[in-house]
């Protein structure tokens, strides 16, 4: 089976071979009978000349009339405050550089056509001018500098500091999936430390932290909308990058190096559903930084709720110490000083069942 | 004055050399360990040759996979042996490896060394009227150590755990630390190795062209009559003295991460189950160290082939390049510049915002030169008097390219709308039509332009003309789609998108085309590898000047010996573009024909400088033209 395939892949070859130097010749020949190898131009050159514009034709044609027709693919439902405005960038920035880029375009092919080459005519020499060459360098300076600074205001805002009453919330990627972790009722993410990670304690959080009792860490990322986030962002082994598409939000998760984005999601997930008729529709995170074989699997569901529902969520979730008792029991856990924590008291004390996990 | 002196020492020197070593030439002295630039500048060429296959039948593997992720793909288990899982399908992690090695392989070793390595060394001396470079002995280092590189890249596709797998970039932690990926075991290792050695390669060609450029240029060769693909690969070859010693740097302290235990690079790592000792380095100096390299480095890949087409659309529009100063002054400003945006590909690794502003305003400004550029070459089109060959065609094919490509880079300069398009496949289509295609289409208008110069012989212009026409429509039908996929936020360097339904259920048709698009284009390379081969023994022979060009490579024999001019090296008296000067009878007046010469073309400054000729007696003036 092997061996019949190279022998076809070899016979294709050589027949491949056979023809092109049979196109050579033939071709060698007739320029030869012409005399067209003694010529400045032959009559290629007149056709080298109209394709010009022709493909200038289907390729603007095509841009235009893909760029139309697929709109509907390519446009992804922005769901954030911010992604509104990168997205207005966007698309001023698509018109301005899209008019350069058709002007250019129409000049470099119109140009190839009009100035082919004739024994008749002369080029013009036209070695070079001052003023319009300082017009074009003064112009794209200016309408640059435009669009640098309403980009710059942007970046600043979303780079600003988080508000204070934003929601932190951990992000933490790892080969090959998205570990998140909420502050609980105290609004306080307790402290980690990379040394204390183990097989149950995937975060390494500090559990000797009393802002550790209350955090839980449920399998997919839930927002509520309208209200500041501000993800707080790591990486336990290698690079990752938080990417969340609809939200235009994407930084890098990096070990040793906490990095974070704040945002306000506008749409709950519902709403998207029926504003796209896509009843099935579910918001994403992936991971947008090489990290590994399974890079481009390191999916977590997103899921926005209105402020309501996420506080009737939020209070169903189960603390993480609550859930793993045993690993304070048993297993390494045994190292906080859990007991203590207990005894001075905590406000909400079924919540945490510090007392249950003794 | 003691300038020209040194030159005319050098030159009789070089003379008597050349003479007694003509003799007893050897295979091995002719072709191999070579000290002649001409026979340097096609050893990188064929070598370049031989890693553009290479390079583009990585792609096509990858490719299958993304267009048809559900194909069995047995049948190249002959080839990829244990790559192809027992399903028939492509290994995840190799294809990471594909992708790794496509990009470092065509960035460097193709349009790095391929381009820089063949046009720079063929070219320099024959267009500066020099006998050879200033040190040959290094030009045949530069050669054999990138040849020693290539030899090591080349293994490492063949060990069992693969090749580097962590993107071109190749940042740590995953490319220093082997339990993340088996790449970053031995075949990251050959990979820094495979580095350094050619980054010694660059440096000792970098040296030579430089020192080639300011020191061995015949006499009245100032530096405003050198062609401007000098000037380009002499700014390239400072841009890459400057730069690649950063890289060199960088990959030195990962090897030291890797293999020492230090932490330069590394802090806070939980992987395989342990914790991992090192703390307090920062992945992200990596990155600025990469990048304060690599982005000068793609400036490295595009600016010689601005010099080509410089070079090749003034020649065929028969027109003097528009605006010579500001394609120097644009070619200084890129070159100043491009050390100081790197950080435009950072933008979201978590560096302080601020730098995110400072850099997003640099990188707009690069863009003005840049647009410049193009606006010249426009109007060096307008009211010429164009002839289509090969050479012109993919020139003008850049153009366009440049175009596309460049435009997308004003969305990426951008901090702010980079956050969406950052790592997807948008960065993908503007680097490949920027500088993939558009370096590559250089690359070939040199190779066009130059055949019969390095050949003696004419390479068959229709078989050119489709090779153009076929691969200038397929390259836009491979990257241009891509921006599309990009603005929907399809992440690069996935295997596949199936995981995630935002990116399932659209442009898997898109992909597929792009897959079939970029094997027909792959294909059409094989009309200009024949063409080349055949023609370098077949083509008809070449005239004295084919193309009606200034420069001094066409005053050479036809097919120039070691040294290049057989006897005196001529003086120039000219700039290369005199093309279609109003007054003289021929289209062009090379750079060797004297003012006193040329009276009825001539304007009044140039008839002071024929005067000054007179005076010097460089030349006896014919008088009867006046
Ligand atoms: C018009 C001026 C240009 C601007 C403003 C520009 C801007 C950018 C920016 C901001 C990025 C980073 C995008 C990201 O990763 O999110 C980028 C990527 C890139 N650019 Fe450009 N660019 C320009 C021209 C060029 C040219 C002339 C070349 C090469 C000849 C080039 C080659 C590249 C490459 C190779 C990458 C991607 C590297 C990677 O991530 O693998 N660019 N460009
Ligand atoms: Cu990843
Ligand atoms: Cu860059």
């Known amino acids: ?358 | 004055m003691s300038e020209i002196k040194t030159q005319n020492v050098h030159i009789d020197s070089h003379e008597e050399h050349h003479d007694d070593h003509a003799h007893h030439e050897t295979f091995i002295s002719k072709y191999i360990f070579t000290t002649d630039h001409k026979m340097i500048g096609k050893q990188f060429l064929m070598t370049g040759i031989f890693w553009a296959l290479i390079g583009g039948a990585l792609s096509l593997i990858f490719r299958i996979q993304l267009g048809f992720p559900e194909a069995d793909i047995s049948w190249m288990r002959p080839m990829l042996g244990e790559w192809i899982t027992p399903e028939g399908r492509l290994d995840p992690e190799f294809y990471l490896a594909l992708v790794t090695m496509h990009g470092t392989i065509m960035v460097f070793f193709v349009l790095t060394a391929g381009l820089s390595g063949t046009f720079s060394n063929f070219l320099i001396p024959l267009q500066i009227g020099a006998r050879d470079m200033a040190s040959g002995f290094m030009n045949m280092l530069s050669y054999w150590f990138f040849f020693a590189s290539s030899v090591v890249m080349f293994s490492s596709l063949f060990i069992e755990t693969g090749p580097a797998a962590g993107g071109w970039v190749v940042y740590p932690p995953l490319s220093a630390l082997e339990q993340a990926i088996p790449g970053s075991g031995l075949g990251m290792t050959m990979w820094l190795v495979a580095m350094a050695l050619f980054i010694v390669s660059t440096l000792l060609g970098g040296i030579n062209y430089i020192t080639t450029v300011i020191n061995l240029r015949t006499e009245g060769m100032s530096f405003s009559r050198l062609p401007l693909t000098i000037w380009a690969f002499f700014i390239t070859a400072v841009i890459g003295l400057l730069s690649f010693p950063v890289l060199f740097a960088a990959a030195l302290l990962l090897i030291f991460d890797r293999s020492f235990g230090t932490a330069f690079y590394l802090s806070d790592i939980y992987i395989g189950g342990e914790a991992l000792p090192q703390q307090g380095g920062s992945p992200v100096l990596y990155q600025h160290l990469f990048w304060f390299l690599g982005h000068p480095e793609v400036y490295i890949v595009i600016m010689p082939a601005f010099g080509i087409t410089s070079e090749v659309i003034s020649t065929n529009a028969r027109k003097p390049i528009f605006g010579y100063r500001a394609m120097v002054g644009s070619l200084l400003g890129i070159a100043f510049l491009s050390f100081i945006v790197w950080a435009h590909h950072m933008f979201v690794s978590g560096m302080d915002p601020f730098l995110g502003s400072v850099f997003m305003l640099l990188t707009l400004v690069i863009a003005v030169p840049s647009a410049v550029k193009v606006f010249n070459y426009l109007t060096t089109l307008w009211k010429g008097n164009i002839v289509f060959t090969p050479g012109m065609l993919f020139s003008i094919g850049l153009v366009s390219l440049f175009i596309s490509g460049g435009l997308t880079g004003i969305f990426l300069g951008n901090s702010a709308i980079d956050i969406q398009l950052h790592d997807t496949y948008f960065v993908v289509a503007h680097f490949h039509l920027v500088m993939g295609s558009a370096a590559f289409f250089g690359m070939m208008a040199g190779v066009y332009h130059w055949f019969p110069k390095m050949f003696g012989r004419m390479i068959n212009a229709k078989l050119g003309y489709v090779h153009f026409w076929l691969t200038f429509a397929g390259v836009y039908l491979v990257f241009f789609p891509m921006h599309y996929i990009g603005i929907a936020g399809f992440p690069r360097r996935y295997y596949t998108w199936s995981s995630f339904e935002t990116f399932s259920n659209i442009f898997q048709d898109l992909n597929a085309f792009v897959t079939i698009a970029a094997i027909i284009t792959f294909a059409a390379q094989f009309i200009f590898l024949f063409n080349f081969f055949y023609s370098i023994y077949r083509g008809r022979r070449a005239p004295q000047n084919p193309w009606h060009s200034n420069t001094l490579e066409w005053t050479t024999p036809i097919e120039p010996g070691h040294g290049n001019w057989p006897g005196a090296i001529p003086t120039v008296y000219r700039w290369p573009y005199d093309y279609s000067k109003p007054g003289a009878a021929d289209d062009y007046i090379p750079q060797t024909v004297p003012y006193s010469e040329t009276p009825e073309s001539n304007t009044d400054f140039e008839n002071e400088l024929a005067a000054l000729e007179k005076e010097s007696g460089v030349e006896e003036v014919d008088e009867t033209k006046e």
């Open chain 1, 1 to 358: 089976m092997d061996n019949t395939l190279l022998i076809l892949g070899a016979f294709g070859a050589i027949l491949i071979l056979v023809i092109l130097i049979t196109v050579f010749r033939v071709i060698t020949l007739v320029d030869v009978a012409k005399g067209s190898d003694k010529k400045r131009a032959s009559g290629s050159n007149f056709n080298n000349a109209l394709l010009m514009p022709i493909f200038g034709l289907l390729f603007l044609g095509g841009i235009f009339y893909y760029s139309w027709a697929s709109f509907e693919d390519y446009k992804l439902p922005v769901a954030s405050d911010h992604g509104v405005k990168t997205d207005e960038l966007f698309w001023i920035t698509m018109l301005v550089t899209g008019g350069v880029f058709v002007i250019t375009h129409i000049l470099l092919f119109w140009y190839s056509w009009r100035y082919r080459f004739s024994e008749k005519k002369k080029a013009l020499f036209y070695p070079d001018n001052t003023k319009l060459e300082l017009a074009w360098t003064i112009v794209p300076a200016i309408a640059l500098t435009v669009l640098i600074l309403s980009g710059l205001f942007v970046w600043n805002d979303i780079t600003a500091d988080a508000p204070e009453d934003a929601i932190n919330i951990e992000v933490m990627g790892y080969q090959f999936a998205w570990g998140v972790r909420y502050p609980g009722n105290d609004g306080e993410l307790g402290d980690y430390n990379y040394q204390l990670i183990d097989n149950t304690n995937s975060f390494g959080v500090n559990f000797n932290d009393k802002a550790a009792l209350d955090d839980f860490m449920p399998l997919k990322l839930v927002i509520p909308k309208d209200t500041p986030i501000n993800l707080n962002i790591r990486a336990r082994d290698v690079l990752h990058s938080v990417f969340l598409p609809h939200f235009r939000v994407k930084m890098d998760a990096v070990p040793g190096m906490p990095t974070n984005f704040h945002f306000v999601a506008t749409k709950t997930t519902d709403e998207v559903r029926s504003e796209t008729k896509n009843p099935d529709f579910k918001y994403e995170m992936a991971c947008t930084e090489i990290c590994g074989r399974g890079h481009f699997s390191m999916r977590l569901e997103v899921e926005v709720l209105t402020k309501e529902e996420y506080k009737k969520w939020a209070s169903e979730q189960k603390t993480w110490v609550n859930m793993n008792q045993d690993y304070f029991t048993e297993g390494n856990g045994k190292r906080f000083e859990l007991p203590k924590l207990a005894e001075e008291g905590q406000e909400n004390e079924e919540k945490l069942s510090v007392n249950a996990a003794l």
